[in-house]
């Protein structure tokens, strides 16, 4: 085999061999980086997650502080009261009134802290479960377009192959003889009329 078509065939091959390598690259590259999105979505939706637990646990504290409070307050309330002579035991019903007052002030506080705390918890699982699903999304478009990188460098070696094959053929075959194959002259038909 001559020098210079033996050249052009190794030239070509390895053209192919390094789309093809590039198409394998790039699919290795989209796997690790879906894999780094789908696990960025994870860790953040985990946090999410922690943090809202932390939330519920330090609301959980608010509303045992605030009854503690309470408790203390009724506890100073009724030896104030009792001190200054006034009848603790529910015959005196503007004591009996401020006590139960309290107690509904008290109890609206932790209502309201609560729900609060169960809104805050909604919301940071909705943000949790939406930036799991975003890490899956990402994940996935990176996957797609990765797929896509590969099937585009498989077709770009397969044309690069053919391209090579064509112009292999071209220098291989000798000029005159191509020529002759590709434009011979036509046969020229006499009248059967005459001229």
Avoid: C
């Avoid at 377009?145 to 112009?167: H, N, P, R």
């Amino acid at each position: 085999m001559p020098f210079l078509p033996a050249l052009f065939l190794a030239s070509t091959a390895i053209s192919a061999g390094a789309q093809v390598a590039g198409g394998i690259g790039a699919a290795r590259t989209a796997k690790f980086n879906a894999w780094q999105a789908d696990f960025s979505g994870r860790l953040e939706a985990f946090n999410i997650e922690t943090e809202r637990k932390l939330s519920m646990a330090e609301a959980s504290q608010r509303h045992n502080d605030r009854l503690q409070l309470y408790r203390e307050n009724l506890s100073s309330n009724i030896a104030a009261f009792a001190a200054a002579g006034r009848d603790v035991g529910g015959q005196d019903r503007s004591v009996a009134r401020f006590l139960e007052r309290q107690k509904e002030v008290a109890a609206g506080d932790t209502k309201r802290s609560d729900f609060m705390a169960q809104i805050t918890s909604q919301k940071m699982q909705a943000e949790a479960m939406s930036a799991k699903a975003g890490g899956a999304q990402r994940a996935a478009a990176i996957r797609a377009e990765g797929k896509a990188q590969a099937i585009s460098s498989m077709i770009g070696a397969f044309t690069t192959v053919v391209g090579g094959l064509y112009q292999y053929d071209l220098i291989r075959t000798p000029a005159a003889s191509r020529s002759t194959q590709a434009f011979a002259p036509r046969p020229r038909y006499e009248s059967v009329y005459g001229k």
